[in-house]
């Protein structure tokens, strides 16, 4: 039911075929160096998260209502 070894290299095969050895080579490269990005952001984003501690500010939202005719 699964996927076997032998139908991923054929799928493999023909990926590279269609696209070639070196659109491979750029895609996984730039998918890497996103991988990367998110995961500076996601630190940073921590980072100032945790920086921030307990200040939390409450605030109360108010609304303005019209006088309807």
């Given amino acids: ?4 070894v032998t139908k ?9 075929v269609v696209f ?3 659109r491979l080579r ?5 998918l890497g160096g996103a991988i990367k990005t998110f995961r500076n952001a996601l630190k940073e984003g921590e980072d ?4 921030t501690g307990s200040d ?4 109360e939202v108010t609304t303005k209502d019209k006088d309807k005719v």
Avoid: W
């Fill in 1 to 4: 039911m699964g996927i076997s």
């Fill in 26 to 30: 750029n895609i996984g490269s730039d």
């Fill in 56 to 59: 939390v500010i409450d605030s």
């Fill in 8 to 16: 991923l290299l054929i799928v493999l095969v023909i990926v590279i």
């Fill in 48 to 51: 100032q998260t945790a920086d």
């Fill in 20 to 22: 070639g050895t070196k």
